[in-house]
């Protein structure tokens, strides 16, 4: 099994930052790509950003530019840094990381965070 943890979520003023960091556990031979999604209340979930096991990073429009996902292999983290923080930001955020265990890969998720900005 794989487990994913988040942290790193609150509440901030517009205009600030937050940094999200998620750590993968358990019987992992490899991690591929891994990436952040948030929903709003309302609203279906939206891809933030992707990051490919050699460091290929993609984002929503919303958020290029504001947002930056990275990586720690040697951890198994992912990363979100969060700056200029829009109350539109306000959502859970959740990690998805795409994990070889063995012979199978599978999509694993984590439990979410939540992440209010404030005007």
């Known amino acids: 099994q794989v487990q994913l943890v988040e942290s790193g979520g609150g509440l901030v003023q517009a205009g600030g930052s937050l940094r999200l960091s998620c750590a993968a556990s358990?019987?992992?031979?490899?991690?591929?790509?891994m990436a952040w999604y948030r929903q709003a209340p309302g609203k279906q979930r939206e891809l933030v950003a992707t990051?490919?096991?050699?460091?290929?990073?993609n984002y929503a429009d919303s958020v290029r530019g504001r947002f930056t996902i990275s990586r720690n292999n040697a951890k198994n983290t992912v990363y979100l840094q969060m700056n200029s923080l829009k109350p539109e930001d306000t959502a859970v955020y959740s990690c998805?990381?795409?994990?070889?265990?063995?012979?199978?890969?599978?999509?694993?998720w984590g439990q979410g965070t939540q992440v209010t900005v404030s005007s």
């Open positions: 998805n990381a795409r994990v070889q265990t063995g012979v199978a890969v599978g999509d694993y």
């Open positions: 990051i490919t096991n050699g460091g290929s990073t």
């Open positions: 358990g019987s992992i031979f490899s991690i591929r790509a």
